[in-house]
């Protein structure tokens, strides 16, 4: 696992940069968290990467790095669950010194309620390891549907610590997500929102291509509600990997 993991790292060396607070990454969209639940004994590796637009003054925000597990932990077809961990390195001591945060999430699919029910997910994310520095320590609740023709809408609400994402520190997360099979099964496009004029507000779209069944990578595009907090807008290329 060591040498696969230090070989996509270097095949994926990109410089990034988010927010700058720790933040550990459940299933997502292209940056709110999805419904999505990882499967009994499924292991997902990510690598998300964020660069800064523009930089400089006030508004700079340093480089990070996200290499993230997430593991699919309920054996259950209608109650699912996963949890995971993040290590992230930003280039500034205090930070780096504690790289470690984790994530958690129980859901159920659509339809498993009963017929056409929702999807539905609790969780949270962003639970470092310093204490008002980086324990954002997010927690929401989402429901989502699938349309025909339209594609699958979302919308939750989250709240966090008002001392590490600063003092608005809730806000609605919205959604919509759709595989682009009039071109290609492997095509998929989403945009999401998730509000607050706080560190991790921002509207995000993007587009995903799976190379393989376990393997796709997301291009996308970030715009801070708030970039005083926040810092510049960024563009975003995530690596996921399913094993098995």
């Given at each position: 696992?060591?040498?696969?993991?230090?070989?996509?790292?270097?095949?994926?060396?990109?410089?990034?940069?988010?927010?700058g607070?720790?933040?550990?990454?459940?299933?997502?969209?292209?940056?709110?968290?999805?419904?999505?639940?990882?499967a009994?004994?499924?292991?997902?590796?990510?690598?998300?990467?964020?660069?800064?637009?523009?930089?400089?003054?006030?508004?700079?925000?340093?480089?990070v790095?996200?290499?993230?597990?997430?593991?699919?932990?309920?054996?259950?077809?209608?109650?699912?669950?996963?949890?995971?961990?993040?290590?992230?390195?930003?280039?500034?001591?205090?930070?780096?010194?504690n790289?470690?945060?984790?994530?958690?999430?129980?859901?159920?699919?659509?339809?498993?309620?009963?017929?056409?029910?929702?999807?539905?997910?609790?969780g949270?994310?962003?639970?470092?390891?310093?204490?008002?520095?980086?324990?954002?320590?997010?927690?929401?609740g989402?429901?989502?549907?699938?349309?025909?023709?339209?594609?699958?809408?979302?919308?939750?609400?989250?709240?966090?610590?008002?001392?590490?994402?600063?003092?608005?520190?809730?806000?609605?997360l919205?959604?919509?997500?759709?595989?682009?099979?009039?071109?290609?099964?492997k095509?998929?496009?989403?945009?999401?929102?998730?509000?607050?004029?706080n560190?991790?507000?921002?509207?995000s779209?993007?587009?995903?291509?799976a190379?393989?069944?376990?393997v796709?990578?997301?291009?996308?595009?970030?715009?801070?509600n708030d970039?005083?907090?926040?810092?510049?807008?960024?563009?975003?290329?995530?690596?996921?990997?399913?094993?098995?």
């Amino acid at each position: 696992m060591k040498r696969i993991i230090k070989s996509l790292i270097m095949a994926t060396a990109l410089t990034i940069a988010t927010t700058g607070i720790a933040m550990a990454t459940p299933s997502t969209q292209i940056w709110i968290p999805s419904t999505d639940v990882q499967a009994f004994k499924s292991l997902h590796l990510g690598i998300d990467n964020y660069t800064r637009t523009s930089s400089g003054g006030s508004d700079f925000r340093p480089n990070v790095y996200d290499l993230g597990l997430t593991a699919g932990v309920l054996p259950f077809e209608k109650v699912q669950a996963e949890v995971g961990v993040d290590y992230m390195t930003y280039g500034i001591n205090t930070l780096d010194s504690n790289p470690l945060s984790f994530n958690a999430k129980l859901g159920t699919p659509e339809d498993s309620l009963f017929s056409g029910s929702p999807a539905l997910a609790f969780g949270g994310y962003g639970f470092g390891t310093k204490k008002d520095l980086t324990d954002s320590n997010i927690v929401y609740g989402l429901a989502a549907k699938t349309l025909p023709v339209v594609g699958r809408l979302s919308a939750g609400y989250y709240v966090g610590n008002d001392k590490v994402i600063g003092d608005k520190n809730d806000g609605v997360l919205l959604s919509w997500d759709r595989t682009m099979s009039e071109i290609s099964d492997k095509l998929w496009v989403a945009a999401d929102y998730q509000g607050g004029d706080n560190t991790v507000g921002a509207f995000s779209f993007g587009a995903s291509w799976a190379f393989t069944k376990n393997v796709s990578v997301i291009l996308g595009y970030d715009i801070y509600n708030d970039q005083s907090m926040a810092g510049k807008n960024t563009f975003t290329t995530q690596l996921d990997i399913n094993f098995p």
